[in-house]
């Protein structure tokens, strides 16, 4: 136990200079936790986790679910993607009801993205900006080669930029334990440490797979625990160096341009998809405490 935070401080001072991470938060207007669902409660959940990124001038961008289940409507939702591009975040698609493309056809999952559209165009339509990234729920791509194919086809005709993910974990099990009294001091001692793990893996996994560490892009959820713990992540990062850069900062690097020909059923990492795309043999990333894997469906 003591040796482990060492070895970390001496692998984050090797490399320090010059690592860069996009910060993106999903499931908009609240995901990822069993907390409560009114629109004051969600907008005060807003107002918090994004306070860090407004005060610091850190980009983010949160990917919209227009038809998740909260206590509100679509004027709700409007005021809280308000809240969002008011605090000069931007915002992308994320579906209008998370399908997963393993479980639906094509048409029925594509005709879900269009739907996901209308209050989150409008609301970037009046900030000036327009709807230009999409998000796979699930990070599910196609589980066949021609539904992979078909999606992306349906995506640039649509004029999408999909939003890939580098830096991939599991927060939501944390945040659905967060939320219940009985374990939210041990989530909140054990998320950053958990979270650091990830980090320092796909910083080594990036080495070895395309030979440098490259901007990555973190996918967390708008939880009542990221809320109040981004400060202390947002700390994390800057321990090892990083600066915060925005999605279309980091995937201006050649990284992003890989070939990327995984087809199946996992959401995967785009580090671990150029991986396999390579042949070379997987590696995967920490998993959770075992108290966390199996408590938090729960
Ligand atoms: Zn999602």
Wanted: charged content about 25%; proline content about 7%; cysteine-free.
């Amino acid at each position: 136990m003591k040796l482990f935070p060492t070895l970390l401080l001496f692998a984050a001072a090797l490399s320090a200079a010059g690592r860069q991470v996009a910060i993106t938060i999903d499931d908009l207007p609240r995901g990822g936790d069993h907390g409560p669902r009114s629109l004051d409660a969600v907008r005060a959940m807003t107002g918090k986790l994004l306070k860090p990124f407004q005060e610091q001038k850190i980009p983010v961008i949160g990917f919209v679910n227009e038809g998740r289940p909260v206590g509100f409507g679509p004027e709700g939702l409007r005021q809280i993607l308000d809240i969002w591009l008011d605090s000069g975040a931007d915002l992308g698609n994320h579906s209008y009801s998370h399908l997963n493309i393993n479980d639906v056809p094509l048409t029925e999952y594509t005709a879900d993205i269009l739907k996901g559209e209308p209050v989150l165009r409008a609301a970037l339509a009046a900030h000036g900006k327009k709807l230009e990234f999409y998000r796979h729920p699930f990070l599910h791509t196609g589980p066949t080669a021609e539904i992979k194919r078909a999606m992306q086809q349906f995506l640039d005709q649509h004029g999408y930029r999909v939003a890939p993910v580098t830096l991939d974990d599991n927060d939501f099990e944390f945040a659905a334990l967060y939320t219940k009294p009985a374990s939210k001091d041990r989530i909140k001692r054990e998320y950053i440490p958990y979270m650091e793990s990830i980090v320092a893996f796909f910083e080594q996994r990036s080495v070895d797979v395309v030979g440098r560490e490259i901007p990555q892009i973190l996918l967390i959820h708008a939880s009542q625990l990221n809320a109040d713990m981004m400060p202390d992540l947002l700390a994390m990062f800057r321990r090892r160096g990083y600066t915060f850069v925005s999605l279309d900062q980091a995937l201006a690097d050649p990284a992003y341009k890989l070939p990327e020909e995984y087809i199946g059923r996992y959401g995967l990492s785009w580090i671990h998809r150029w991986s396999m795309t390579k042949g070379m043999p997987g590696k995967d990333e920490p998993d959770a405490p075992k108290w966390v894997e199996e408590g938090w469906r729960k």
